[in-house]
């Protein structure tokens, strides 16, 4: 079984760039997340979706970040623009659907923000 | 809402020597618990939670942990490590509604021969 795919695995832009990544979770799948790693901290939720509506977008810097997953299948999570502190690991997840059902991860886009 | 601590952020131990990782969680309602373990340059995988039942969960490669309501705690444990056990393991609570997981720091377990 393929796992969770994430491209690109690493990207460097200037602040105030725009920047975007994309994820495909394990097939079947109905619940995605994209969450940011920064270095020394956990993996924080960015945003779930259920298919292709959201669930949770409470912790989305909104006036920057932006998120889709327009055909319930692979989505696309954007930063426009970017600045110094979104310099983080952007993981992707998906689970099938329920509440505690296990998240199964991809490996991460680390994006360096100069 | 909930929140989880690990007070280590990094733990040096020997090859074939005991370790054990700590993690409290502080939660309102009834949780769900997990421990998830990310090798370098990888995404994390699950390895093990607890759900209900039995406090006692243990992974297929000879780590443990025991939920302990009472000091709201969810140590992770394994009797001998291997070098191989180098990585940075995350505690992670979600409380059994809808809730998100949130994650803890983590710890970086260093394993040297």
């Known amino acids: 079984e393929a796992g969770v795919a994430q491209s690109p695995r690493y990207k460097i832009i200037e602040k105030r760039q725009s920047v975007a990544f994309w994820c495909n979770p394990i097939s079947g799948h109905a619940t995605l997340y994209w969450y940011q790693q920064i270095l020394g901290q956990g993996p924080k939720l960015l945003i779930q979706?259920?298919?292709?509506?959201?669930?949770?977008d409470s912790q989305l810097p909104k006036d920057r970040f932006s998120a889709e997953r327009l055909k319930g299948v692979d989505s696309t999570l954007k930063i426009q623009p970017a600045k110094l502190e979104d310099s983080a690991v952007y993981l992707c997840?998906?689970?099938?659907?329920?509440?505690?059902?296990?998240?199964?991860f991809g490996p991460g886009t680390r994006l360096t923000v100069l | 809402a909930q929140s989880v601590t690990q007070l280590d952020s990094q733990v040096p131990v020997f090859e074939e020597a005991p370790v054990e990782l700590r993690c409290n969680y502080s939660s309102s309602v009834s949780v769900y618990l997990f421990w998830y373990v990310q090798y370098p340059n990888q995404g994390l995988q699950l390895l093990l939670k607890?759900?209900?039942?039995?406090?006692l969960v243990e992974s297929i490669n000879g780590f443990e942990a025991e939920f302990n309501k009472s000091q709201t705690s969810f140590h992770l444990r394994k009797p001998s490590v291997h070098i191989s056990d180098t990585a940075e393991y995350f505690c992670a609570v979600k409380n059994t509604g809808f809730q998100k997981l949130v994650f803890g720091t983590g710890t970086r377990l260093l394993v040297s021969p």
């Open positions: 997840a998906s689970s099938i659907a329920g509440s505690y059902n296990e998240q199964f």
């Open positions: 979706f259920q298919n292709n509506g959201v669930v949770d």
């Open positions: 607890y759900l209900s039942g039995s406090t």
